[in-house]
């Protein structure tokens, strides 16, 4: 059960009832419902960045017109992440992180590419925007504009990123902002008719001024439409960060055609009353949004808001997570699906039938992952379907073990991986819609992450792939994405008390049962080219014990460099399979189906099924259908990322796109953007003299490459730098560039 604490009336602005808030500040964890984790730029919401330096390494940066004044010599590592495809997005020159990635394709310009990143250069998180128009070779970046508040104030704290276009080409940013001394929080949405060059700044409305909600927007003369882009925001009252308002988080947004039947609506900026839209802004679209909303009623809700007028009015936002028997366990008294986070919505473009997938916590053990669906354009939403368990109670934290994270700042609930801090809970995982009608109309697919074949002692997190081809009632899978050795332990559960969040991490016996594949994203383009895309650590083998940056937290031999890998795998023919169907797969949905999968995976598994493998692992790897290959150039230090190694982001989202270039055959590209860390670099000391902050030069940028739709990346067993460089264990900074006057 969650705690809550400094519990208050609160009042919602887009219109609801009092209920009462928990503070996100609190680190939110039970061996029973361990889902409704804050997201990282909330978690940190109180850092203020900062290095000692002013110059640090900038490998990946491309053909810049006019650059900083340089005195540096470049190491290994750096000359090493220069080398290869991959093009640094984010062109600032500050030394400070960026990561947690989104990206999203212009279906009227292929070459135009938005992204969207959590970005610290300012010396605090906020909403980095970066904009190409020669297919990622060349970008322009800048931090969104900050919404203005009836206070006068504007919401200089931002994150959560998502970029999304829609047919007509315009692109929106959906992200959540909030003070970082204070309760005020919001989820808004930036609108870009330029190719995310050029945002508007969204407002919250000022009034009523009059008659029919009328209202204003910032000061006198302000031509902005009052209440644009403003889907939730909550105003502190009493100046402080207690929980005195409910807290907005983790945000998503899609974009889709309006089912049939359904046309378009326009609201007040109040009560959210429906009224006549001006035509002239209707867009080809409706843009659907869904968020997390932290409150007494429920730990986390599952919140849903859409606009068919381009994110400038917004439906009132209500709960969409529904309640079903595998969301009554016996510690709760009610069947509802509260305890959620990490929502996605998706869409078919040919229908409009919305699904959102997200994470829920209500169970007597691990977690699960649950999809709610529309056919009216949300105006009502089924009762949830289980696609199946989320092995994430088992994953390493403080409490179990890991005090080493512990002692640099790391949160003591967080989940983290084997020989790194950086947080690892299951915020988000990945759904898609087929962007196919016809016998595809019906058609979506989620992948998920989790420990199954790990321990808390040794991590081996991997990416499961699950499809439904009947609306997202029935589910198939599950089946591993990634091909790498990946072995079931004698017993998951070793260690870990089921009644109480601590365990004996001794009581696990030493042994690297795999690398950890974490962040997954899934994408299908209208061929039916499906790609995934995730990071991975299975390259390095061989980095030794009490190695890196941290070498306190060095346990296991390998499995601690990141590289950033894809899986693909196509999807041509589909048969429906209705929910009365159990146990072997039909001939006709097996593609992209692990032999050992089967139908309806969760009546077989239940939670916490105990020791020994389940459906779908697929031991020997040469039968798993997915064709794994290497995107990133080099495998960089996670330890080097923000905070000392704490945070990389909570996902790295991918698109690819709605288009497919080339021949029908399988020409075409996708794209990658993820976070990376090739130039971070530490102290020259094994340890960061300030724990839990950042040493000289730690900093992780944000990268991109395309490669073929049809999975043609690097394969695995040719790539020259497949393994744990000495150069990237520990790269200290050249003394050369420390400012003499501030010291290291």
């Not at 290095?51 to 090493?80: M, Y």
């Not at 940028?701 to 393994?723: I, L, P």
Request: proline share 6%.
């Amino acid at each position: 059960m969650l705690a809550f604490i400094a519990i208050a009336a609160f009042i919602v602005l887009w219109g609801g009832s009092a209920a009462n808030a928990v503070p996100l500040s609190e680190g939110l964890f039970s061996d029973e419902d361990d889902a409704a984790m804050v997201s990282g730029p909330i978690d940190f919401r109180d850092s203020s960045g900062g290095t000692n330096v002013t110059e640090c390494p900038q490998a990946g940066l491309r053909d810049r017109s006019s650059g900083p004044l340089d005195r540096r010599s470049k190491d290994d590592a750096e000359k090493k992440g220069e080398g290869g495809g991959d093009i640094r997005v984010n062109q600032d020159y500050s030394c400070l992180p960026q990561d947690e990635t989104a990206l999203d394709q212009n279906p009227r310009s292929s070459k135009n590419y938005v992204a969207g990143a959590n970005d610290y250069r300012l010396g605090w998180g906020t909403s980095g925007f970066y904009s190409t128009t020669d297919n990622g070779n060349h970008w322009y970046d800048g931090i969104t504009p900050f919404p203005s508040l009836p206070s006068g104030d504007n919401l200089d704290g931002g994150g959560d990123p998502v970029t999304v276009f829609d047919r007509a080409g315009v692109v929106y940013y959906a992200q959540i902002n909030f003070n970082r001394t204070d309760d005020t929080s919001g989820v808004w949405v930036n609108r870009s008719t330029n190719g995310g060059f050029t945002w508007t700044r969204p407002c919250v409305a000022i009034g009523p001024l009059g008659p029919d909600e009328a209202a204003a927007c910032g000061g006198a003369g302000d031509v902005r439409q009052p209440g644009d882009g403003t889907v939730s925001f909550f105003q502190d009252t009493d100046g402080q960060l207690n929980g005195s308002q409910p807290g907005n988080d983790k945000e998503w947004i899609t974009a889709g055609p309006r089912p049939a039947g359904v046309s378009a609506k326009c609201f007040t900026p109040f009560s959210h009353s429906v009224r006549a839209c001006n035509p002239d802004v209707v867009g080809v679209d409706r843009l659907y949004v869904t968020f997390s909303l932290f409150s007494e009623t429920g730990s986390a809700e599952i919140m849903f808001s859409y606009s068919d007028d381009q994110a400038r009015s917004w439906s009132a936002a209500k709960p969409i997570y529904g309640a079903a028997s595998f969301c009554h366990p016996s510690w709760k008294a009610t069947d509802d699906c509260t305890d959620s986070q990490g929502s996605q919505p998706t869409v078919n473009p040919s229908t409009g039938q919305l699904w959102v997938g997200f994470i829920n916590g209500d169970t007597e053990d691990e977690d699960q992952y649950l999809v709610v669906t529309s056919t009216d354009g949300g105006e009502h939403f089924s009762q949830p379907s289980r696609v199946d368990t989320l092995y994430d109670i088992n994953e390493p934290r403080g409490v179990n073990g890991r005090s080493d994270c512990i002692a640099r700042g790391q949160g003591s609930t967080r989940a983290v991986p084997t020989n790194s801090c950086f947080r690892f809970d299951p915020i988000m995982n990945s759904i898609v819609a087929d962007k196919r009608g016809g016998a595809f109309a019906n058609d979506l697919y989620v992948v998920l992450v989790d420990n199954r074949n790990g321990t808390i002692r040794d991590s081996n997190n991997d990416a499961f792939f699950y499809k439904s081809t009947n609306g997202g009632t029935t589910w198939i899978g599950p089946t591993r994405v990634n091909d790498d050795r990946s072995q079931t332990p004698t017993n998951r559960d070793c260690g870990r008390n089921p009644n109480s969040i601590g365990g004996n991490r001794a009581d696990c016996p030493e042994q690297n049962w795999g690398a950890d594949q974490f962040f997954p994203w899934i994408t299908i383009d209208n061929k039916g080219n499906m790609n995934v895309s995730f990071h991975d650590r299975r390259l390095d083998t061989d980095s030794p014990v009490g190695s890196g940056a941290w070498p306190t937290s060095k346990t296991e031999v390998g499995n601690y460099l990141v590289w950033y890998w894809g899986a693909q795998c196509s999807i041509t023919s589909t048969q429906t399979v209705s929910q009365a169907t159990t146990g072997p797969v039909p001939a006709g949905a097996k593609q992209c189906v692990a032999p050992e999968a089967i139908v309806n995976p969760t009546v077989k598994t239940g939670f916490d099924p105990g020791a020994g493998p389940v459906p779908g692992n697929g031991q020997n790897s040469a039968t798993l259908p997915f064709n794994n290959f290497q995107i990133s150039d080099v495998g960089t230090n996670w330890d080097y990322s923000f905070r000392a190694g704490l945070f990389a982001g909570d996902y790295s989202g991918n698109s690819s796109g709605p288009i497919v270039t080339g021949d029908d055959a399988g020409g075409g590209q996708a794209a990658a953007f993820w976070t990376d860390a090739r130039n971070g670099r530490g102290s020259g000391t094994p340890t960061s003299t300030q724990p839990g902050r950042n040493p000289i030069c730690e900093q992780s940028d944000v990268f991109f490459d395309r490669f073929s739709v049809k999975g043609g990346g690097r394969k695995h067993d040719d790539e020259k730098g497949g393994k744990a460089d000495d150069s990237f264990l520990v790269a200290p900074c050249p003394a050369a560039i420390k400012d003499k006057k501030q010291g290291d």
